[in-house]
């Protein structure tokens, strides 16, 4: 079982049969996050040997044992943390509300310990509550990814064939389409938008990233003899996906969905920078776009757009550290020698 | 060889045929009647309106069937008649992207193919070579995870509002009138610097994670083990690495033309840069429909070709391919 374990996305079973660079080929990428990212990621972890209860703690124990060991998986996750309970328990330390008018201009002092922007708003308080939407529309945008790309994946690299064919037409269209212009579209229509339609909007045109990924990995995993044995025993199409293919690629997954989720932030953020994002919400993004605006630049008010792109970037990387480290934890072949 | 051809071509002619419907479809899923809301700029007496809103219709098209009305949009497409803008009124729409298509490329262009070549050097570089590993990689996730528009501001806080060193935006120094003279190029470049800057150092960082990760998992590999084993010296082995490591590389380049797409939107903005994403987010501000579609279709179509191009490339690098377009593979 070892041997095919390793066997990477590029020589998965759909690959050049004629020399033709199939789409199964490209190892998934993820937007934002420029597509080479996970590259690393590659490299799956199928074909852990199956159904040994013993075998699967083992491997559970494994995990945590190079995790715990792994500096960069601990940095990234206890940076997060800080960031999510920033994110918790920030509004309630602020001492004014988001919206609410105080001294315009104020210098970060101790009465505005961020500074107040040109209406009067508290920097500190903006932030905390700005940094509470970037998580919700993250978190939105990444579990709509995820659930429309695994069902097109699994679909398409399970039946395979005519069906295959069409969603991959579809996925490549969906690609092509550029999405910040198709927001203009939709957004136009809708007279307010909530953070619920950017976190879904942003889901549904990422999906393509994990409907890429499900699908080599079901591609190469479905000729294997574990899941030709769950076949021959008359499973079902649907209970072979969920319990013998989906278990082999969890934590691949996992890192393509943690990925998406650091990059669905920082689309949101430029869309609400455009002025595109959701309407009457305080976030990171319209934070900028209101400094920006107002000629922060200009008035040298750099409390008012230094503080949310800092924590928006500390937020997306402490994802990025903790999904190399994970990848190192998962996969064997890039530990630290 | 061909049947990949053919696959991709029905892809593009699909993508294209999708972008041009929903292009179409702007101002048809607008609520209420897009006539209506035009005349309500105005104030017409009731009689007056019904003879407005008639010409109108007739001018739009509106009052024909929806099937032809989408026949007449491909039909204008088809011969580059895009409409007359309406917040620039009455310059064709066609010459409004002209004009920025130079801003927009001069940016992109080098930004994309730059930090591509360099990511992926640094990233090979960097793999299983600790000291470099050390700091490539904590650079490169800083950068990946940088917001575009917080890098299109800071970038100028710090060069223009503190150190005073380069233009704070705008396509080049106000006080000069275009011309070909050394004192306007030399304001050109410096006015694009910064907006290019901030492309490039955000999509470096991507490449370079991504080609580290893909050298080290190469480095390990079946291939490189028995060159090892055959004596081959480090160099040679990482140069084939380098080489297998650049195909998925490629294909992700193709993936990511789209979001560095919209991260320029958002450069050009914030550097009030004149390019297309400049002009798309005064379409959008102005309501101006017809120029919001032009370059929507533009960009579609802008996209098409380079991933096209990218296609071509990786046909003619994937010894795979040349070797089933020589008949050697069945």
Sequence with gaps: MSEPASQ?????????????????????????????AIAGTAVPVAGVPLGAVGAARRRGNDFLYYGLRNRKLLFGIGLELLLVLFAIIGPFLAKYSPNSLQTPYAHPSVKYWLGTDSFGHDIFSQLANGLRESYLVGALGAACAAI?????????????????????????????????????????????????????????????????????????????????????????????????????????LFLVVILLFGSSMLLAASYDFLGLGPTNVVSLGTMMNLAELNAALVYHMWWWFFPPGLVL???????????????????????EQ | MRRYLIRKLITYLLAFFVGVTIDWGIPHLMPGDPVATYLSNFSLQPAGYAAAYKTMSEAFGTNLPIWEQYLRFWQGLLTWHLGVSYSNFPTQVSTLIAQAVPYTLALLVPAITLSYFLGNRLGAAAARRKWLDNSVLPLGYTFQAIPYPWLALLLPYLFAGVWHVLPLSGPYDNTLLPAWTWTFVWSLVRHWFLPFLTVFLISLGGWAIGMRNLVI??????????MRALGANERVVRRYAYRNASLPQLSGLALALGIVIGGNIVVEQAFQYPGLGH??????????????????????IGVLVANFIIDLVYISIDPRTRLSMQGAAA
């Design chain 1, 8 to 36: 990477s996305l590029s020589d998965s079973p759909d690959s050049p049969a004629e020399g033709v660079p199939a789409e199964g080929v490209q190892p998934p990428a993820v937007p934002a996050i420029a597509p080479g």
């Design chain 1, 148 to 252: 429309a790309g695994m069902v097109l994946g699994f679909a398409a690299g399970w039946r395979g064939g005519i069906l295959d064919e069409v969603l991959q037409m579809f996925t490549n269209i969906v690609v092509m389409i550029p999405a910040l212009v198709l927001l203009v579209v939709i957004g136009s229509y809708l007279s307010t938008r909530s953070v619920l339609f950017e976190g879904v909007f942003i889901g549904l045109t990422t999906w393509p990233w994990v409907a890429r990924a499900v699908r080599a990995q079901t591609f190469s995993l479905r000729s294997r003899e574990f899941v030709e044995l769950a076949r021959l025993s008359g499973k079902r199409a649907w209970s072979i996906i969920v319990k013998d293919i989906a278990p082999n690629m969890a934590s691949y």
């Design chain 1, 313 to 335: 970037t500390a937020m997306v990387a402490a994802l990025l550290v903790a999904n190399v480290g994970l990848d190192e934890v998962f996969n064997p072949k890039l530990r």
């Design chain 2, 217 to 226: 998992y190469e480095l390990e590999n079946d291939s490189s083990r028995y």
């Design chain 2, 279 to 300: 002009l798309l987010y005064n379409a959008i501000t102005n309501k101006d429909y017809f120029l919001l579609q032009g370059i929507f279709i533009f960009i579609v």
